[in-house]
């Protein structure tokens, strides 16, 4: 850029407005307008800071350290920036063309429904319109709503991991608002020419069709959301391979894993639709109880699915889900049929146990008295993945070992177990990061490409935050908070080390054995930082709509002093819930004392470890256009 020569005399100042930008040639003028003078330029941006400051303040921490808390500012925003560009938008990506994928938005929006739940209501809705009939879904989310596309890159694929995150999102959004009612919502389903899973293509189907499932009348047809989210986890469930857990197909949350689509099994999975089946059981009991429900319809042709819940041999279950194909290869017929929400509720209870049970005792590896872990996967030979190989070498990955804690499929020993098999064998050396996985071998073509990756890059034994942030949601859940704190803590190093991780403020998709933050915007672990951070460390959650209070803080973060507090919404209502620790006691030293709701005394003593405000009491408590002060004090625990 090139300006006309100016000479300034002591004390004077000349002042430039550069504008760059795209736009229609027409339209220059009038854009360039907005920003031609030194106040319209000050006035925007003002405008742009308070708009993105007010975003980073929805869910705002104060009290652990100034570094900390102003990290979690800018995660905070980075599940904002997904949201309007997708993941492959900023530099440090290495894939992609854009758009939003289905994995991506279920798990961005457990920050952004934190931060006004009832506003993505609308979007659950119309994002269940992807699901296909063969359980499987339209991957990219377009402009719109209930717009997508079947594939960014036109291949025909299914990830099998996709049907569980829309039941995990849904739960908390129903948690937080107490709204089942978006369960009995009627949306359509997806349709084009991928049938079976990737398996077949529908031949009678074209473009002119349209993107919406028929019936055989060519009639639209509609079902309720816990119709879409019964069929996604029952397909899954049935769809299982001869070791017992269900097929890998082409890959799951780990897209590298994607040359195993004829034998290969994954067992992180298995545990979380085991526990997703289970869930679905509860929300049926939930329906009776509230509402006393005693049917709930579905599409005829899905009365065959039901039927193989009965069945207890991986190959008939196998069979059902064949005869299920047959059955709406050509479409449905429309027609709906009533199932006992009783029958159906243990069916699945049953189902989802044995699911769980079968990762608790068959994959299972034993090193010691002290240490064991969970077989990850099975490959397309049929072999098991981890553990200790001809070779001599350990191999074993976190993902198994997080969704096996999170679902319950461990137990308790399992658990105390596999944390101190994480902590001896999947620290880098060089970072003190937690690595995805031990070294995977030589590719030998028969699980996926990430064998052909170096070492400690990406999914092949990086730090991959997501993973590693789930990992310490999975440890929060369970009880083991300092193990979960440790995780989180070094997260944060890794990710702020700024001179050797040269990156942006934030959380990257992964940190490489060079301690280099990789990809800060290609991940997820953005959106589950956040939804950690309130949910289990803070303790602030939604119980159909009661709001829980089950803080799990540590003495460390109360160096800076003796109060933490967090802002957030909750009925729509904003809050700002204070933990104040006189005495400086650890996680599992103190219990709840005194509450007070803005100043007013609501309890003296709670002397638990939690305690639960109910809609009712919120209402009468709580007041909307100001902020709440709920404080807490945290005391001597007795006994």
Request: include cysteine; proline fraction near 2%.
């Amino acid at each position: 850029m090139r300006f006309a020569k100016v000479r300034l005399a002591p004390g004077e100042k000349k002042e430039y407005i550069i504008c760059a930008g795209i736009t229609e040639k027409e339209n220059f003028n009038k854009e360039f307008e907005k920003y031609n003078s030194k106040e319209k330029v000050e006035a925007a941006w003002k405008q742009n800071e308070e708009h993105w400051n007010g975003e980073a303040d929805k869910i705002k921490f104060q009290g652990n350290s100034d570094k900390f808390d102003g990290w979690l500012r800018w995660v905070s925003i980075q599940p904002v920036l997904r949201k309007i560009y997708g993941c492959s938008f900023l530099p440090y990506h290495d894939y992609g063309r854009g758009g939003r994928g289905w994995r991506d938005l279920w798990q961005d929006y457990l920050t952004l429904l934190l931060q006004n739940p009832m506003r993505v209501r609308s979007v659950f809705v119309h994002n269940m319109k992807g699901v296909r009939l063969d359980g499987s879904n339209a991957t990219i989310i377009l402009d719109g709503e209930g717009n997508f596309q079947a594939d960014r890159n036109k291949i025909s694929r299914v990830w099998m991991d996709h049907g569980v995150w829309p039941l995990f999102t849904l739960l908390l959004y129903m948690n937080q608002t107490g709204d089942i009612s978006i369960l009995d919502e009627e949306v359509s389903y997806w349709k084009d020419a991928q049938i079976e899973r990737a398996k077949r293509i529908d031949t009678n189907w074209k473009k002119e069709d349209g993107n919406s499932q028929k019936t055989k009348d060519g009639e639209c047809y509609t079902g309720t959301i816990l119709e879409h989210l019964l069929l996604e986890n029952l397909i899954c469930s049935l769809n299982i391979g001869e070791h017992g857990n269900i097929k890998l197909e082409d890959g799951d949350w780990n897209d590298q894993l994607d040359m195993a689509p004829d034998k290969g099994e994954t067992i992180p999975f298995t545990a979380f639709y085991g526990k997703n089946i289970c869930d679905i059981a509860d929300l049926l009991e939930i329906q009776i109880e509230k509402e006393d429900r005693k049917t709930i319809s579905v599409f005829e042709e899905m009365e065959i699915l039901l039927e193989g819940l009965k069945e207890k041999e991986p190959q008939k279950e196998v069979e059902v889900l064949k005869k299920y194909y047959e059955h709406i290869r050509f479409g449905i017929s429309g027609k709906k049929k009533k199932i006992p929400v009783l029958e159906l509720k243990d069916m699945l209870r049953w189902k989802g146990k044995q699911l769980l049970q079968q990762v608790r005792e068959n994959e299972w590896i034993e090193l010691s008295s002290k240490e064991g872990f969970f077989n990850g996967y099975y490959n397309n030979n049929g072999n098991a993945v981890d553990g200790i190989l001809g070779d001599g070498k350990l191999r074993f990955g976190l993902t198994a070992q997080t969704f096996s804690i999170m679902s319950g499929a461990a137990t308790d020993e399992q658990v105390q177990k596999t944390i101190h098999a994480v902590n001896n064998y999947l620290p880098d050396k060089n970072t003190g990061g937690i690595r995805l996985t031990l070294p995977l071998g030589d590719n030998t073509w028969n699980f996926g490409r990430g064998f052909a990756l170096i070492y400690g890059e990406k999914e092949n034994g990086g730090m991959f935050s997501h993973m590693t942030t789930m990992y310490a949601y999975a440890l929060y859940s369970r009880g083991y908070v300092r193990e979960g704190y440790q995780i989180i803590k070094s997260i944060y190093e890794l990710s702020t080390n700024t001179q050797i991780a040269q990156i942006y403020p934030g959380v990257p998709e992964y940190i490489s054995s060079r301690g280099r933050g990789m990809y800060s915007y290609v991940t997820g672990a953005g959106s589950w930082t956040i939804f950690l951070m309130l949910t289990q460390v803070y303790g602030i959650r939604g119980q159909l709509g009661d709001l829980l209070i089950e803080p799990k803080l540590v003495k460390e973060q109360y160096d800076s002093g003796e109060v933490l507090t967090v802002d957030t919404l909750f009925a729509e209502k904003e809050v700002c819930v204070s933990f104040y620790n006189r005495k400086y006691l650890d996680y599992g030293e103190y219990q709840l004392g005194e509450l007070s709701i803005n100043g007013e005394v609501w309890k003296n003593q709670i002397n638990s470890t939690s305690v639960v405000l109910h809609q009712a009491e919120l209402e009468e408590k709580l007041i909307a256009g100001r902020k709440n002060q709920i404080c807490i004090e945290l005391v001597e625990r007795k006994g």
